[in-house]
């Protein structure tokens, strides 16, 4: 429903303050009700940005889904302050995602591993939910590798609130 509205052009709702590490600290909560791996927030720190709060924690829950899902043993979030943005990082020790598909990921209904079902693993539009979410706070995403082992890092730049 989001993106349909985006692409209709429906003006946003009203923003607020948001206190980042709230957000994912409360989502990182929840998704630790079911999840299959240990969730570390260790490296949660404070960061304020201006936005819709439900907004923000459909990227943070689209983010620690994803990773839960494709993490060998492990995930773990950070949110700190890095010049003029508010960053989450959320990693994975998963497979990775090749270096081609970084940026395909992020299309309506990709889905990396055509042995998923629908029931298993998704509908392909969580992450593409997530960009559209943080381009419109006027952020960026991104993908990469985790560590030289592989895994995955999702980066979210926000603009931080002055």
Excluded: C
């Amino acid at each position: 429903l989001f993106l349909a509205r985006a692409d209709a052009g429906v003006a946003r709702p009203p923003t607020t303050t948001v206190d980042l590490d709230d957000v994912v600290l409360q989502e990182i909560e929840s998704a630790r009700t079911f999840s299959p791996v240990p969730i570390s927030a260790a490296g949660v720190s404070a960061a304020r940005v201006v936005g819709h709060p439900d907004h923000l924690r459909r990227v943070a829950a689209n983010l620690l889904d994803n990773a839960q899902r494709h993490a060998a043993t492990s995930v773990a979030a950070t949110v700190g302050v890095e010049g003029g943005d508010a960053v989450i990082r959320i990693t994975d020790d998963g497979p990775g995602i090749a270096p081609e598909d970084r940026e395909r990921v992020f299309e309506r209904f990709t889905r990396l591993d055509d042995a998923r079902t629908r029931n298993d693993g998704g509908s392909g539009l969580g992450l593409a939910l997530v960009r559209e979410i943080v381009t419109d706070h006027g952020g960026r995403v991104s993908i990469g590798r985790a560590n030289d082992g592989g895994g995955t890092v999702v980066e979210v730049r926000l603009p931080l609130h002055e």
